[in-house]
Nanobody
């Protein structure tokens, strides 16, 4: 069965850090573009970051640039989203997704999400 599972969400104060994990089963993440998305309460899902297939080039939404970092552990078939200097506006459900070609809103596989709450 092909699936993605996110973990690592939780509650944190502004300025804090969290690391989200996205683990794949049934396929190898190294062969896919990996995207991270988030959906704030009452809002549409938005793209956060992408690790491109092949060269692994990473790019980020302006809102998280310099604060979030994507990395990959091929041995664990897991991609991480390190989130530093968290802000209240980072609150939301975070999803990872994988696609054989590129990152967009219609990627092949999606996880069920993990909730991040940033609040004082």
């Amino acid at each position: 069965q092909l699936q993605l599972v996110e973990s690592g969400g939780g509650s944190v104060q502004p300025g804090g850090s969290l690391r989200l994990s996205c683990t794949a089963s049934g396929f190898t993440l190294d062969n896919y573009a990996i995207g991270w998305f988030r959906q704030a309460p009452g809002k549409e899902r938005k793209w956060v970051s992408c690790m491109r297939r092949g060269d692994g080039y990473r790019y980020y939404a302006d809102s998280v640039l310099g604060r979030f970092t994507v990395s990959r552990d091929n041995a664990r078939n897991t991609v991480y989203l390190q989130m530093n200097d968290l802000r209240t506006e980072d609150t939301g459900v975070y999803y990872c997704a994988a696609d054989e070609v590129l990152c967009d809103d219609n990627m092949d596989f999606w996880g069920k999400g993990t909730l991040v709450t940033v609040s004082s």
